[in-house]
């Protein structure tokens, strides 16, 4: 097991690697300087704030300090946002995109396991309409649209909620977001939860159990729910990411000071450092959650030898 | 010669009767008459074929152009006066019109990146999985790594970086929407490589640009058509969310996502704005949708 860990942590780097690079050369070739500014800035000036930012050394030597900085967790300073550091607009977005993203999750993993276990054992009710219904909505209908319209119809025309906005963590503005969120995922989950379920019910073991008399209680909750939900523990980790690339989506449509909203405003701001700085710690987060997401698979899956 | 010559005329006549038997259909033929069975994916045959003509003839038809305002009719709701059928915008541009414009423009580059990321995918796929071995493994350790990496913000950082040129946004979407098709033509390859099929006809001294032809390619080319008309809507999507945050298709040009962006901006007073322009795009992908999914029922060769 250990060994296994180590080799799948050592086979992070390169991707890390490989995707910092790419960006940072992707950034340092664009034309146009970060100081680029409509005010002409007097050559003494751009010297100094070359030599700042170390833009006055060679490529490789920039990269290296890049990199450097990198490790010791420091993620440069913002062109745009005067005075403030990316790690600094990253600690005030962080936690926002982290509670509507875990939340969310966590709710649409309760409501999606039990929907879709409910329609497995129930072929053809209502809850299993429920849960196909669900699955090709969430197929069709892509989030920014499904999101503008929940705010037309709960925000404008049924004046429930806010149609956007933060308050400090005050509930009603999270409501939107996160319903967002748990309708998508619920359809995912629900879907994948109501196959495998179905799989594992008509397989030998369970009918095994069903032969020594077992109630039914008993033969779901403890034979076929641990194998059922394999296929949903390992759509975890994208969900997870995707809900990082979604909260770029989600927090542009109900304005919240998130991570994505960052990232976006930093794009049509042209913050290089705050965009790249993003994409890398996103990258970090992302390659981690895998990582996290393959150990505990392989904790889960018997079959799993390494 | 078992028949006498006056026989000849009797051996064309069963010759013409056996002859269907004896061709057969071909699994093209097969595949065809089991996709015209499949009602869901005909219906969105035909309409995604109507929404694409209304794109590209429907501009010229209207009296309207995309980028002209009607001073009369500005924010107007639907209505069947002035054939503002999906009614106007906050400056009285005709939404029909526009969302027709825009529907080119996605379907366009719904068309351009597919076909860019098919071709990449399929060279990419075929190649490792031909070649094999050191190569096999450092390709597709590479559609690994792009899997791994959070694609929408790399994307968003590449517009950011290199602009919002039509045929930029083409590439970025591209470069993250090519590794299924590899994925899937090189475990495809590797498998028909070591068919019996494929033996018979190496034993039976077939050259093999005639079994990579004959045998292979047609086979290759079920997954290929149906991932290709996945890979469409995936794509797409993409750019409707670049668009929608404003990273993509520019102004004056117009596409669906921008549109549906323009519109989330101004439901409040012309909900209209958005919700035509979503339903169109809604559409489109549910038509994509259920052709792939008959094109896989239609073409899987193991599902007869």
Sequence with gaps: MWSYALRRMLATIPTLLLVITVCYLLLHFTPGGPFDTEKKVSAAVLA?????????????????????????????????????????????????????????????????????????????????????????????????VIGPVLVLMFAIWLQLVPAGGWDNFAPRYMVLPMSLLVVLNVATIGRVMRGSMIEVMSSNFIRTARAKGLPQRTVVLRHAMKPALLPVVSLIGPMAISAITAAVITETIFSLPGLGKLIVSGASNRDYTLVLGLVVLVTVITVVFNLLVDLAYALLDPKIRY | MVFAKKDDALVAKLGEAIEPALHGRSPWAAARTRF??????????????????????????????????????MSQA?????????????????????????????????????????????????????????????????????????????????????????YLVVITITVFSWMDMARVVRGQTLSLRSKEFVEAARAMGVPTHRIIFQHIVPNLLGVVVVYTTITVPGVMITESVLSFLGLGIQEPMTSWGVLIHDGAQVMEVSPWMLLYPGALLSTALYCFNYIGDGLRDALDPNDR
Aim: aromatic letters at 10%; one cysteine or more; proline letters at 3%.
């Design chain 1, 48 to 144: 100094n704030l070359q030599e700042k930012y170390h833009m006055n050394e060679p490529l490789w030597k920039q990269y290296l300090l890049y990199l450097n900085s990198l490790l010791h967790g420091d993620l440069g300073a913002s062109f745009r946002y005067e005075d403030w550091s990316v790690n600094e607009l990253v600690a005030t977005a962080l936690p926002v995109s982290a509670v509507i993203g875990g939340v969310s999750l966590l709710i649409s993993l309760v409501i999606g396991v039990a929907l879709g276990a409910l329609a497995a054992l129930r072929q053809n009710s209502v809850v299993d309409y429920l849960v196909m219904f669900l699955g090709s909505v969430g197929s069709v209908f892509p989030a920014f």
């Design chain 2, 36 to 73: 015209a069975r499949n009602k869901a994916a005909m219906f969105s045959l035909c309409l995604l074929g109507l929404i694409t003509l209304a794109c590209i003839v429907g501009p010229y038809l209207l009296p309207h152009a995309f980028d002209s305002a009607d001073w009369e009719a």
């Design chain 2, 78 to 166: 639907p209505t069947w006066k002035n054939m503002h059928w999906f009614g106007t915008d906050e400056s009285g541009r005709d939404l029909l019109v526009r969302a027709l414009i825009g529907g080119r423009i996605s379907l366009m580059v719904g068309l351009m990146a597919t076909i860019a990321s098919v071709s990449l995918g399929i060279a990419w796929g075929a190649t490792a999985g031909f070649v094999g071995g050191k190569v096999d493994s450092v390709m597709m350790r590479v559609v690994d790594i792009m899997y791994a990496v959070p694609y929408l913000l790399i994307a968003i950082l590449m517009v950011t970086l290199l602009g919002r040129a039509f």
